[in-house]
């Protein structure tokens, strides 16, 4: 099969398409043929080993100290159950299932192995793969942020969302919207448009102005781009208020209960995939390039198999 493999740490030229072995499904496992991956900010951070101090120590650890140990990077998926192994109860050959791989990556390839047990589920009846595919990073991450601030246990909660329109702010302004919340988004003036088609009314353009000293009070201030520290958004808070960042040490966790609430939502309408550009395979590195820019709105979809009859 074709795979983009990360040959060593580097700039996105370091990523090449090479041919590879296709794996075999163990017992529990299903095999996979991806129609679609996504390029996003943890997988130019893991190819650039573009983390600060003590940090990078730590992903040399567990990634690997020449190179990644994993040498096909990409965690989210979109695609077609080929094969299953002998125990697999779940799914069938032909069903169309989504999903995420955490530090197993293994995406950006033709085909992987995951087992039934895993991160995925059926996948969206009204999605394309590459809907699928673009939901499941941002999705994740801001489902387990927001709950871990207690979005859920508050009325109306007024959430401040800063870096509102990248793949986690996007997804924040959706799951903030789904528990009621009134939510105020720190953008640039380019990404104004896209907040406000995502329904935001209340605007902080941080070009134009300092949103820190903004008076109003909020119950959750998100960092959804890791740009700013506590300290600075305290003032920010009502008494019960939570600050959360991505920026910090506290790492999303992935789990099947946060992708069934991207199915369910997007199967109702509730939640849309932001897709600000889509690659081909072969272009892996131009994707990588425009993904470290830091730029893109929303998600950056890496298309590997375009034959199949997509559902929408
Ligand atoms: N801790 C965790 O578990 C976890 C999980 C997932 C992601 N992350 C981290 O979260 C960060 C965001 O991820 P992502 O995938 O959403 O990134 P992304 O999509 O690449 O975010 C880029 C977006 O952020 C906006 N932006 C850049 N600087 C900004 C600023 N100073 N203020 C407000 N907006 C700004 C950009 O728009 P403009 O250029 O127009 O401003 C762009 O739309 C990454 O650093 C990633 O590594 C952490």
């Given at each position: 099969?074709?795979a983009?493999?990360?040959?060593q740490?580097?700039p996105?030229?370091?990523?090449?398409?090479?041919?590879?072995?296709?794996?075999?499904?163990r017992?529990h496992?299903?095999?996979?043929k991806?129609h679609?991956?996504?390029v996003?900010?943890?997988d130019?951070?893991?190819r650039g080993?573009?983390?600060?101090?003590?940090?990078?120590?730590?992903?040399l650890?567990?990634?690997?100290?020449?190179?990644?140990?994993?040498?096909?990077?990409?965690?989210?998926?979109?695609?077609?159950?080929v094969?299953?192994?002998?125990?697999?109860?779940?799914y069938?050959?032909?069903?169309?299932?989504?999903?995420?791989?955490g530090?197993?990556?293994?995406?950006?390839?033709?085909?992987?192995?995951?087992?039934?047990?895993?991160?995925?589920?059926?996948?969206?009846?009204?999605?394309?793969?590459?809907?699928?595919?673009a939901?499941v990073?941002?999705?994740?991450?801001?489902?387990?942020?927001?709950?871990?601030?207690?979005?859920?246990?508050r009325?109306?909660?007024k959430?401040?969302?800063?870096?509102?329109?990248?793949?986690?702010?996007?997804?924040a302004i959706?799951?903030?919207?789904?528990?009621n919340?009134?939510?105020?988004?720190?953008?640039?003036?380019n990404?104004?448009?896209?907040?406000?088609?995502l329904?935001?009314?209340?605007?902080?353009?941080?070009?134009?102005?300092n949103?820190?000293?903004?008076?109003?009070?909020?119950d959750?201030?998100?960092?959804?781009?890791?740009?700013?520290?506590?300290?600075?958004?305290?003032?920010?808070?009502?008494?019960?208020?939570?600050?959360?960042?991505?920026?910090?040490?506290?790492v999303?966790?992935?789990?099947?209960?946060?992708?069934?609430?991207?199915?369910?939502?997007?199967?109702?309408?509730?939640y849309?995939?932001v897709?600000d550009?889509?690659?081909?395979?072969?272009?892996?590195?131009?994707?990588?390039?425009y993904?470290?820019?830091?730029?893109?709105?929303?998600?950056?979809?890496?298309?590997?198999?375009?034959?199949?009859?997509?559902?929408?």
């Amino acid at each position: 099969m074709k795979a983009i493999i990360c040959t060593q740490y580097g700039p996105p030229e370091v990523l090449q398409l090479q041919t590879v072995s296709t794996p075999t499904p163990r017992n529990h496992e299903v095999l996979v043929k991806i129609h679609a991956t996504a390029v996003n900010s943890g997988d130019v951070r893991i190819r650039g080993l573009a983390v600060e101090g003590m940090m990078k120590w730590l992903m040399l650890l567990v990634m690997g100290w020449k190179g990644p140990r994993k040498k096909i990077l990409g965690n989210v998926f979109s695609g077609e159950v080929v094969a299953t192994g002998i125990a697999v109860t779940k799914y069938k050959k032909g069903d169309n299932v989504f999903g995420m791989t955490g530090f197993s990556m293994g995406t950006y390839a033709e085909y992987m192995c995951i087992a039934e047990t895993k991160n995925l589920l059926l996948k969206p009846n009204n999605a394309s793969h590459a809907e699928a595919a673009a939901n499941v990073f941002g999705g994740q991450t801001a489902i387990h942020f927001l709950l871990k601030a207690g979005i859920q246990k508050r009325t109306s909660p007024k959430v401040l969302i800063i870096g509102a329109t990248g793949a986690v702010g996007t997804a924040a302004i959706q799951i903030a919207k789904h528990f009621n919340a009134e939510i105020t988004a720190v953008c640039s003036s380019n990404g104004l448009a896209l907040v406000q088609q995502l329904g935001v009314e209340k605007v902080i353009l941080y070009d134009k102005e300092n949103f820190t000293a903004c008076t109003e009070k909020f119950d959750i201030v998100f960092d959804a781009v890791g740009k700013t520290n506590k300290k600075q958004c305290q003032p920010l808070l009502l008494p019960n208020g939570m600050y959360k960042t991505v920026g910090g040490w506290e790492v999303a966790t992935e789990t099947i209960a946060q992708l069934q609430l991207l199915k369910d939502l997007f199967e109702q309408d509730a939640y849309h995939a932001v897709i600000d550009k889509v690659y081909n395979m072969e272009d892996v590195v131009a994707a990588h390039q425009y993904v470290d820019s830091g730029r893109k709105k929303g998600n950056v979809v890496l298309l590997i198999h375009q034959d199949s009859t997509e559902k929408k």
